[in-house]
């Protein structure tokens, strides 16, 4: 059975960091990564990385996010620095047969960048 586990979200301060963790069992896998959906938006792509380490950015992230990923693990993390309120969101890992992953998603972790 498929699983992915989340974990890593909270509130945080504009500037701030968090990092969401996701790991993944009873599948193999070739792309993970996070997409995120906040109220009233639809769900966007955040970032990505396949197994063989290829990774791609949504505009509004790069220099700002870092996605990296253990294969033995079967863990992707997402570290998010400097923090906006934009980014305030329903983050979802997702996992796949594809380097943009979208067959197997996670139950969701909320982030709210807030003061």
């Known amino acids: 059975q498929v699983q992915l586990v989340e974990s890593g979200g909270g509130l945080v301060q504009p500037g701030g960091s968090l990092r969401l963790s996701c790991a993944a069992s009873?599948?193999?896998?070739?792309?993970m990564g996070w997409y995120r959906q906040a109220p009233g938006k639809q769900r966007e792509l955040v970032a990505a990385?396949?197994?063989?380490?290829?990774?791609v950015y949504a505009d509004s992230v790069k220099a700002r996010f870092t996605i990296s990923r253990d294969n033995a693990k079967s863990t992707v993390y997402l570290q998010m620095n400097s923090l906006k309120p934009e980014d305030t969101a329903v983050y979802y890992c997702?996992?796949?047969?594809?380097?943009?992953?979208?067959?197997?998603w996670g139950q969701g972790t909320q982030v709210t960048v807030s003061s």
């Open positions: 997702a996992a796949g047969r594809r380097s943009i992953p979208v067959d197997y």
């Open positions: 009873g599948i193999s896998i070739n792309g």
């Open positions: 990385v396949s197994s063989g380490g290829s990774t």
